[in-house]
């Protein structure tokens, strides 16, 4: 009997063992932990969360974890809160900089801001794929999404390039000028290994229907702009599974009743909206003397943001100000309806993408999210865990990934720990206090250091 007993105790020793060499010696744990829940709002306070490769392996209390990771890796987060890595889902990463390398420090400021993923809306191919290569190798970039080159009105490509000698421009959009040519090109961009399609403009509503069409066939997403060739109803009821912008051109005018037609859809159909309320204020609303007050400061004291524009940013941003200026479209007498399209969004429970259009005229990237995320509190009148959903489980959901968008175990270990609480107040999700990225802890130290090499560079 005796010999039984000390056969169980040794095996209960090894097998005790052998699941302690299940957590490798760059585990982390953290621990006083206030974790919030994006689906319901509610804090589970003093919490300990077990990482390693890159998942959350368990969470519970600090006495039955503490010793699953070395003493060295135990990181005490008392009196802050946690919340899963956020999205912004709409950017053009190609406009970061004419320069490769710098592009990447540019698009650290997503994850430096914690920004862990992001939806790339387009543009040039060749850029866009260096940059995801990079982001898969460098635990300090945000994972990418992306469509690829932008789906076009051949039409209008040709216009531009002719209008513009913006031979580049040319060269990131997939021009289509009939139905016909639809299977063939969007099967040619579907092998460059792109997630979605973004459809800009069309040729005619024919080709945008075939467009949606070959997209279900092929079983992938498409999203976009919708023109005024396709009216916004149909453009819905053919799939397409987010609507961009805040579409000014087709909301002015439309009577309450076709909105709510239009709402009513989207809610049956699931479509998914991204307002990017930061460009169109920006670029459009905003007072065009503060705008060129923050362009010019070359000193960087009144607007410190500025130094985190890159050359090329500040180049566009200066040349879209002064198509700005030059345009006869009354964009401020144009916005009511706009928003009112929004709010009807909102008061009907659509899922809302946070995107920024960065790197668009005066959209910095990272920052310029908490500006977004602040305007759907001013414009739309949403609460903040509401606000909150749009940069966190709504981005996951729309791209069915399973295991991104809570703090929960078997999920990513995408998360960022806040000094405050944004439940509170939405202006609190700019307490970022570090950031982790597929589990690899990204200090506060660190993102200052980084933060530094960014400005550094943009004040040359």
Same mark, same amino acid.
Request: proline fraction near 2%.
């Given at each position: ?144 999404? %992306? ?151 070359? %000193? ?77 509190? %001013? ?82």
């Amino acid at each position: 009997m005796k010999n039984s007993l000390s056969i169980l105790a040794l095996l209960i020793f090894l097998y005790g063992c052998s699941d302690s060499k299940k957590v490798s010696e760059s585990a982390l744990l953290i621990y006083n932990a206030n974790i919030i829940n994006v689906i319901d709002g509610s804090i589970l306070s003093g919490q300990s969360i077990l990482i390693d490769n890159g998942i959350i392996q368990s969470i519970g209390t600090h006495a039955s974890m503490k010793n699953l990771a070395l003493e060295n890796n135990h990181i005490n987060i008392e009196n802050k809160y946690i919340i899963p890595g956020m999205w912004d889902a709409h950017v053009h990463i190609d406009k970061l900089s004419n320069d490769i390398e710098h592009s990447s420090r540019m698009l650290s400021l997503y994850t430096l801001n914690g920004i862990t993923s992001i939806r790339e809306m387009g543009g040039n191919w060749s850029k866009i794929k260096k940059l995801k290569e990079k982001s898969m190798q460098l635990y300090y970039l945000p994972t990418i999404f %992306t469509a690829g080159p932008i789906f076009e009105n051949k039409a209008f490509v040709d216009w531009v390039v002719k209008q513009d000698n913006d031979v580049e421009f040319g060269q990131q959009r997939i021009g289509i000028s009939t139905p016909e040519e639809v299977p063939f090109l969007l099967d040619s961009v579907l092998k460059l290994g792109v997630d979605f399609i973004k459809v800009r403009t069309a040729a005619s509503p024919d080709t945008f229907f075939e467009i949606a069409k070959q997209c279900k066939k092929n079983g992938v997403k498409f999203c976009g702009h919708v023109d005024a060739k396709v009216d916004l109803y149909d453009a819905v009821n053919s799939g397409i599974s987010s609507l961009e912008h805040v579409d000014i051109f087709q909301l002015t005018g439309m009577t309450e009743s076709k909105m709510d037609s239009i709402v009513l859809l989207m809610k049956t159909l699931n479509t998914y909206y991204c307002p990017t309320l930061t460009y169109f204020k920006q670029h459009r609303i905003y007072n065009k003397d503060t705008i060129k007050a923050f362009l010019s400061d070359s %000193t960087f004291t009144t607007y410190r943001k500025r130094a985190y524009a890159s050359k090329s940013l500040l180049d566009k941003s200066k040349q879209a100000i002064g198509w700005a200026e030059e345009s006869q479209v009354p964009w401020k007498k144009m916005e009511s309806n706009s928003l009112k399209f929004g709010k009807k969004i909102v008061e009907s429970n659509i899922s809302i993408l946070a995107g920024t259009d960065g790197a668009n005229a005066l959209v910095l990237p990272g920052l310029s999210l908490f500006e977004e995320l602040k305007l759907y509190e %001013t414009e739309f009148q949403m609460d903040n865990l509401s606000i909150l959903q749009t940069a966190t489980i709504n981005p996951a959901k729309y791209f069915n990934i399973q295991d991104i968008g809570l703090v929960k175990e078997g999920f990513i270990a995408d998360l960022v720990i806040l000094d405050k609480n944004p439940i509170e107040n939405i202006e609190n999700i700019k307490t970022t206090n570090s950031v982790i990225k597929s589990g690899k802890l990204i200090t506060k130290d660190e993102i200052h250091k980084r933060f530094k090499k960014i400005r550094k560079y943009n004040m040359q």
